[in-house]
C-alpha cells in the first residue's frame, strides 16, 4: 500500500514537472473570455437619455392699447370769460363777431353761439358766399347791414366783448352750440313759413337747416 502511495505521488509529481500546476489566473482569465464571448454588447446598459423636449415659447401677453384722454371741453360761461378781454384777429372774424353784436346781444350764450355757427356753416356749406363777411354782407340776408356796411359798435362794452369772445369759441370749435348744422334762423315774432328742417330754438330765435 505504501508503494503504492508513494508510487501515485511519483507521478502526480512528475505530472506537476512536466505539465506545471493549474493556475487562479488561467481560470479567472478563461471565465472572463467565456462572459465576454457568451454576453452581446451593450446588453445591460443603461440606456441613453432621452433628450429634454424643447421649452416652449411663451409669447408675451400683447399690451392692451391705451386710448389718448379726450380733452373736457370746458362750459361755454368759462370760454366766454377767458376770449372777453381779446380783439379780433381779422377782417373775418370781426365781420362774424358784429353779426353776433347786432343779432343777439341780448340773448343767452348759447343763442349767440348758435347765431355765430350758422354764419360759418353757411360760409363752409357751397351754398352761400364762402366767407363770414361774404355771407353777412349778402343782399337781404341780415337786416342790420345798410349799405353793405355795419353800423357803429360800442367796443367797450361787455355786449361786444362777449361777441368776439362768442366769435373766437366759434372758429376754434371749442363749444358745441345747440343748433348743430342750421343754415337759417329767424325771430320768433315773426312767422315766415319755412319748408325747412327745424332744429332748435335757442332764446329770441328759432333754427333751422
Known amino acids: 500500500m505504501i508503494r503504492l502511495f508513494r508510487a501515485a505521488s511519483v507521478a502526480a509529481a512528475a505530472f506537476v514537472f512536466v ?5 487562479l489566473a488561467w481560470e479567472l482569465t478563461g471565465t472572463s473570455l467565456t ?3 457568451s454576453e452581446p454588447a451593450g446588453i445591460g446598459a443603461p440606456p441613453p437619455a432621452a433628450s429634454a423636449p424643447p421649452a416652449a415659447i411663451v409669447e408675451p401677453e400683447p ?10 371741453r370746458r362750459s361755454l360761461a368759462e370760454l366766454v370769460s377767458e376770449y372777453a378781454g381779446t380783439q ?4 373775418q372774424h370781426e365781420c362774424l363777431a358784429g353779426a353776433v353784436y347786432f343779432e343777439a346781444k ?3 350764450l348759447q343763442g349767440q353761439l348758435s347765431v355765430a355757427e350758422v354764419i360759418l ?3 363752409r356749406s357751397g351754398r352761400f358766399p364762402a366767407s363770414a363777411c361774404a355771407v353777412v354782407k349778402q343782399r337781404g340776408q341780415f337786416s342790420f347791414i345798410r349799405g353793405g356796411r355795419f353800423p357803429a359798435i360800442a367796443r367797450g362794452s361787455l ?3 362777449r361777441a368776439v369772445a362768442i366769435a373766437h ?8 352750440g345747440p343748433a348743430p348744422k342750421a343754415l337759417f334762423f329767424h325771430a320768433k315774432r315773426v312767422s315766415p313759413r319755412w319748408k325747412l328742417t327745424r332744429v332748435a330754438a335757442v332764446g329770441n330765435h328759432i333754427f333751422y337747416r
Open 169 to 176: 369759441i366759434a372758429v376754434q370749435d371749442l363749444a358745441d
Open 63 to 72: 399690451v392692451p392699447a391705451v386710448e389718448p384722454e379726450k380733452p373736457v
Open 19 to 23: 505539465f506545471g500546476a493549474p493556475s
Open 88 to 91: 379780433t384777429v381779422d377782417a
Open 159 to 161: 355786449a361786444w366783448k
Open 35 to 37: 462572459s465576454e464571448i
Open 121 to 123: 356753416n353757411r360760409a
Open 106 to 108: 341780448g340773448e343767452p
